[in-house]
T-cell receptor, first 114, second 115 residues
Framework: QKEVEQDPGPLSVPEGAIVSLNCTYSNSAFQYFMWYRQYSRKGPELLMYTYSSGNKEDGRFTAQVDKSSKYISLFIRDSQPSDSATYLCAMRGYSGAGSYQLTFGKGTKLSVIP | ETGVTQSPTHLIKTRGQQVTLRCSSQSGHNTVSWYQQALGQGPQFIFQYYREEENGRGNFPPRFSGLQFPNYSSELNVNALELDDSALYLC??????????????FGPGTRLTVT
């Protein structure tokens, strides 16, 4: 079983739709939970992060973490064609000697159709 | 603008060759991490350097090695290239080893193709 599972999609939605992206994880030691957006041929950029269970909202984006179920979600409201990208969930874990590493999901490719 | 740059943008190598990829960290950042992202996969952690010392490593063989210089720029070296090494190689810099998520920035990556 992989430490982080994410449905790779692809996911195609009409403009204005609500998008739901999800990840599950198995390592209870994970701390920060993050969502990155990656456009084609670019590096990932951090969208949102959260430390504790619950919801965190930023504009059209809401990140949700349920540590008891080891499940995280990202919701995008009023989706726009510019939201078309690959969305990666990531979790921070300790890799020893005072360093931390990110463990990523596979990424979900999202297309928002005008 | 993140300020993390990588070179080259892409390159093609032959199986068995050696390659060096370069990363210039954002100003003031003393920690760099390298990731490998195969096509259709998420990035996988290779290793991290903090103040010129490797202080964390993922599940990659010793033929993946690195260096961090006093100006905090960094290199990733891969020896004896294999076809499976074909991937996008990402570096990410941050101002400290404890990796606050909002402080780590990724570069655009180097796309390596091994034939």
């Amino acid at each position: 079983q992989k430490e982080v599972e994410q449905d790779p999609g692809p996911l195609s939605v009409p403009e204005g739709a609500i998008v739901s992206l999800n990840c599950t994880y198995s390592n209870s030691a994970f701390q920060y939970f993050m969502w990155y957006r990656q456009y084609s041929r670019k590096g990932p950029e951090l969208l949102m992060y959260t430390y504790s269970s619950g919801n965190k909202e930023d504009g059209r984006f809401t990140a949700q973490v349920d540590k008891s179920s080891k499940y995280i979600s990202l919701f995008i409201r009023d989706s726009q064609p510019s939201d078309s990208a690959t969305y990666l969930c990531a979790m921070r874990g300790y890799s020893g000697a005072g360093s931390y590493q990110l463990t990523f999901g596979k990424g979900t490719k999202l297309s928002v159709i005008p | 603008e993140t300020g993390v740059t990588q070179s080259p943008t892409h390159l093609i190598k032959t199986r068995g060759q050696q390659v060096t990829l370069r990363c210039s960290s954002q100003s003031g950042h003393n920690t760099v991490s390298w990731y490998q992202q195969a096509l259709g996969q998420g990035p996988q952690f290779i290793f991290q350097y903090y103040r010129e010392e490797e202080n964390g490593r993922g599940n990659f063989p010793p033929r993946f090695s690195g260096l961090q210089f006093p100006n905090y720029s960094s290199e990733l070296n891969v020896n004896a290239l294999e076809l499976d090494d074909s991937a996008l190689y990402l570096c990410a810099s941050s101002p400290g080893s404890f990796l606050s998520p909002y402080e780590q920035y990724f570069g655009p990556g180097t796309r390596l193709t091994v034939t």
